[in-house]
């Protein structure tokens, strides 16, 4: 910034501070933000424009996430389980945003449970979603 | 705290003259998302195939369109917001004007798209 006088003192930045779960999950919730948006929003509207096309295109898109007996291939399993974690994870962190935007669970270990807990909601979610999939 | 006057201040207006509502549009789509999401993720626990004709015979019933299409313009609104915030957070010369403009682009080209083949289907012949 062109502002800042260089004699001021700065800041520390972010390498000097202990790595806690509140952190994780606010640099995840960017991460995950921007890959819904993008992988995400991309695979949302090929399903949607591939089905509108007909039985051909349709064919053509779950063919590269499919064997042909109709079970996931290798880019079907990393495509999908990483979305849904994605989406889980940034489903519970922006849960957990509305939450501490009314002023609530900053006391430092509700703050911390609270940061776990986004994280344990995402990996079980995920699994419990594929594998109740996997199981029909 | 920014400049301006204390009244305007008071009634949201920063230097930025937009108050809050960035802000708290994000959290408002922010709510739509979460329920149409939730709802996406349970239709898919619902079908029990997903070859072309029933998820063609599905996305054509209205109860299936109209959640589709508003779950289309909430999360895309919501990440159009999301991603300005991280944009003007890395951003800081003319490329920030350039990311932003593509930005836009990107979503409402999108957005056309699936808005489209949404109604393509829903009003299309059934098989
Ligand atoms: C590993 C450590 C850190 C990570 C991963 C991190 C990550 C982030 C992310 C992703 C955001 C934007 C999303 C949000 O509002 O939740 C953010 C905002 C911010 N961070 Fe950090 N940050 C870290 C450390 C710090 C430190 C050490 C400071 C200050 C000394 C700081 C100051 C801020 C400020 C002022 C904002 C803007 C908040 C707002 O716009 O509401 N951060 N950080
Ligand atoms: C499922 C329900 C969802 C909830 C409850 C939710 C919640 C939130 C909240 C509260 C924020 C603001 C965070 C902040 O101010 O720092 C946010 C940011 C964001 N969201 Fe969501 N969201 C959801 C779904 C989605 C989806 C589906 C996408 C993309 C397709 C998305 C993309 C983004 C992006 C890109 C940001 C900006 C991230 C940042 O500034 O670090 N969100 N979300």
Redesign the pocket.
Known sequence: MASRTPARPISPHIQVYKWGPHMLVSIL??AT??V??TV??VLLVWFLAALAGGEGSYATFRDVFTHDDGRLNVIGYVVGIGITLA?FQ??AS??R??VL?TGAGFELKRNKTGALATLLFSVVATAAFWLYLGMK | MGTGTSLGRVRGLGSAKEGTHH?WR??IT??S??FL??WLVASILNRSSFDYVSLHGWLQSAWVAIPMALLVLS?FY??R???Q??IE?YQHDETRIVALVLLNFFTVGLGAVAIFAILKIAFGASH
Request: no cysteine.
């Open positions: 919730h960017r933000g921007g819904l948006s995400g929003s989406l940034h489903m922006g849960v945003h509305l935007d | 802000w994000q959290r922010a709510g998302s979460l999401m939730l999360v919501h990440f917001l999301g991603l915030v991280v957070d």
